[in-house]
């Protein structure tokens, strides 16, 4: 090769080793940012978790801890004060459970249509008002289940008022659906062609591939979405707070007024004396809270993880 022939190729080889160093160094410094970022996160929940421990585990210097956890009245403010945390766990479950009836069946109904029924138009409509419903404040639904849901269930179960926890329930599972539809949409839509054409060569019906099919490959997904719903329901505040009618009593029925952990949070904080005995128990009652609201993800991300294992 010619001199000039030669100087163009070590340009060549020149420019490409330079762009490679180029893309290797943005590459390492996009890892390492989102490292950062992950341990901050890490680091951060870590903090959260602390500063309540902190706090809610002074309470234990004025009652036991079988008090705290097994106490079926919680009267902070009383002569006598009690501070048992059982009227509020059973009303958040309750609360929860309701919501769980009601989202669970209609958030997978709505998801299955949507992913295998629905015209593609018709996808799109209902694609948007989902995540319309999604953005709805809910103090705003706490308003609509003050004007029109607690009349309605007073005057269709004979009730002497309507903020009762199924009031709670109904509004909680709107908040939850959006969650549970979109992620069971999604679990859906990810599963590979072939399952249909699979089972369509087989005889079966569309229904009967949805069925029998892909639901079952979708499982894993769909749990998730379910139990990230349920997560969902036992964190909000505001709408339970406004309907449920906040008596600290553990609920027979769900026609009877209750009372959710986050609500006695939210309701109490801010009338306590700072580094009471109060003060430190709904500290405590923010452990316990968190404790349930981990789990929960726990298990929605183990479904999640063993769900990709299966589909490799």
Not at 25 to 44: D, N
Not at 54 to 70: A, H, K, M, P, V
Not at 110 to 120: D, R, T
Request: proline share 4%; net charge positive; glycine share 8%.
């Amino acid at each position: 090769m010619t001199d000039i022939t030669m100087e163009l190729v070590k340009k060549k080889k020149g420019k490409a080793l330079k762009k490679n160093i180029k893309n290797s160094m943005g590459e390492y410094i996009i890892e390492k940012f989102i490292f950062i970022l992950g341990i901050t996160s890490i680091a951060i929940i870590a903090l959260i978790f602390l500063f309540l421990f902190r706090s809610g585990i002074q309470l234990f210097n004025d009652i036991t801890l079988q008090e705290f956890l097994f106490g079926r009245y919680w009267f902070p403010i009383s002569v006598n004060p009690q501070y048992g945390i059982l009227p509020l766990v059973a009303g958040t479950l309750m609360v929860t459970l309701g919501a769980v009836f009601i989202s669970v069946p209609l958030g997978i109904g709505s998801a299955i249509f949507i992913a295998e029924v629905a015209p593609p138009k018709t996808k799109t409509v209902l694609k948007v008002i989902i995540e319309f419903l999604s953005a709805i404040p809910s103090v705003v639904l706490g308003f609509l289940g003050i004007v029109f849901l607690s009349s309605w269930i007073r005057v269709t179960f004979h009730l002497s008022s309507g903020f009762t926890v199924l009031t709670g329930s109904i509004l909680v599972s709107f908040m939850a659906l959006p969650t549970i539809i979109s992620i069971s949409d999604d679990a859906l839509n990810a599963l590979p062609q072939e399952y249909h054409e699979a089972s369509f060569a087989l005889g079966a019906t569309k229904w009967e591939t949805i069925l029998h099919v892909l639901v079952p490959a979708a499982s894993s997904g769909i749990i998730a979405a379910v139990m990230l719903g349920v997560g969902r329901a036992i964190g909000e505040t505001m709408t339970v707070m406004m309907v449920t009618g906040n008596a600290a009593q553990i609920p027979n029925s769900f026609l009877v007024s209750g009372r959710t952990m986050t609500a006695t949070i939210a309701a109490e904080m801010g009338d306590t004396v700072r580094n009471g005995t109060h003060y430190h128990a709904l500290f405590a009652v923010g452990i316990v809270l968190f404790l349930m609201t981990s789990i929960i993800n726990f298990i929605a991300d183990f479904a999640l993880s063993h769900g990709k294992k299966e589909a490799r």
